[in-house]
């Protein structure tokens, strides 16, 4: 079959945003008075901010009010963007700028459809922006993947059926998020954590229009 539409989540697919995701956390658990592990932090991958938090804090054996929690949320978030604002294009993953292209030139339509709500900030950052026909993000999204939301509102906002676009996930809940839109989905990582996906490779390199013929 041929596929007229990409989706792609960002965080560990186009950027590794997850290490200043880490940074963040753990210094709002230090603050707290205990460590955030690296491991800890494999389960915030694909999870929304509050979800994320609440995570943090059953780690920490924790509980605090919803008015207290998002404070440290926009906390958490104000130490997350002073990451952000470094960034640069060098933080793009290898080989994502030369397969956007191809699909570009191919006239295959490219969306975004991810659960953070500083997605657009990393795009410019990163100067992709101009690659994205349509940007579902953690704002215009509300229900968390394995919900299909994110991925259905950018099907329509793309104006394609969802049976013709492919997901490109690194997160498992995002795996199930496009099985549930009922598009294909290819992951991007181990097999042993993706093996839901249709195909699973480890990144962009190399990648080619091979990858999404189905
Ligand atoms: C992505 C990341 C998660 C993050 C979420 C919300 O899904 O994989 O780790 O918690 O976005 O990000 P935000 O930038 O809105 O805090
Ligand atoms: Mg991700």
């Known amino acids: 079959m041929i596929i007229k539409a990409c ?3 960002l965080d560990g697919v186009i950027v590794d945003t997850a290490k200043y995701h880490y940074l963040a956390w753990n210094r709002l658990a230090n603050e707290l008075g205990f460590e955030f592990s690296i491991e800890h932090n494999e389960r915030l991958k694909g999870v929304s901010r509050m979800t994320s938090l609440d995570i943090l804090l ?3 054996g924790l509980t605090y009010s919803n008015a207290e929690k998002v404070v440290m949320a926009a906390r958490k978030n104000e130490w997350y963007l002073e990451y952000i604002y470094k960034m640069t294009p060098d ?4 080989g994502v700028i030369s397969f956007l292209t191809m699909l570009r030139e191919k006239g295959i339509k490219i969306s975004l459809g991810s659960a953070s709500k500083n997605a657009m900030l990393i795009l410019e950052r990163v100067q992709l922006q101009s690659f994205f026909d349509a940007v579902i993000d953690g704002n215009k999204a509300l229900k968390a993947k394995p919900d299909p939301q994110v991925f259905l509102l950018a099907a329509q906002e793309l104006n394609e059926n969802p049976t013709n676009c492919v997901v490109f996930e690194d997160a ?7 099985l549930a839109a009922g598009m294909k989905c290819i992951g991007i990582g181990s097999p ?4 839901r996906a249709d195909k699973v490779v480890p990144g962009f390199e190399n990648a080619n229009i091979e990858l999404i013929k189905f």
């Open 7 to 9: 989706i792609f989540d």
């Open 58 to 60: 059953e780690v920490g």
């Open 91 to 94: 933080e793009i993953l290898p």
């Open 172 to 178: 498992a809940a995002g795996i199930e998020a496009a």
């Open 192 to 195: 042993e954590i993706l093996g």
